[in-house]
């Protein structure tokens, strides 16, 4: 019974894991949020982007930071997160 078990089931929860973890670490993606507030600050500097823009963007890519920092400490007892 419990080999059937393993065999059966030890798949599927394994592969549940995978992208379960897959999906952490695409939401909270903290360097590709970096990323992102440097593109925007080029894109200031270049003159694509007015400074009301630029600061109400780099003032939500900061929120967004903040939470990813807080979410990926706060799963990382209980999800593997690569970085």
């Known amino acids: ?8 089931l030890r798949p599927l929860v394994s592969l549940g894991n995978v992208i379960h973890s897959m999906a952490i670490e695409e ?3 903290v360097d590709a949020l ?12 270049l003159g694509e982007l007015s400074r009301e823009e630029y600061e109400r963007r780099q003032e939500e890519i900061r ?14 007892g209980r999800v593997e997160v690569k970085r």
């Open 1 to 8: 019974m419990f080999l059937v078990d393993d065999l059966l």
């Open 27 to 29: 939401m909270y993606d």
């Open 34 to 45: 970096r990323d992102e507030r440097k593109e925007n600050r080029l894109l200031y500097e």
């Open 63 to 76: 929120d967004q930071i903040a939470l990813a920092e807080e979410a990926r400490e706060h799963l990382s």
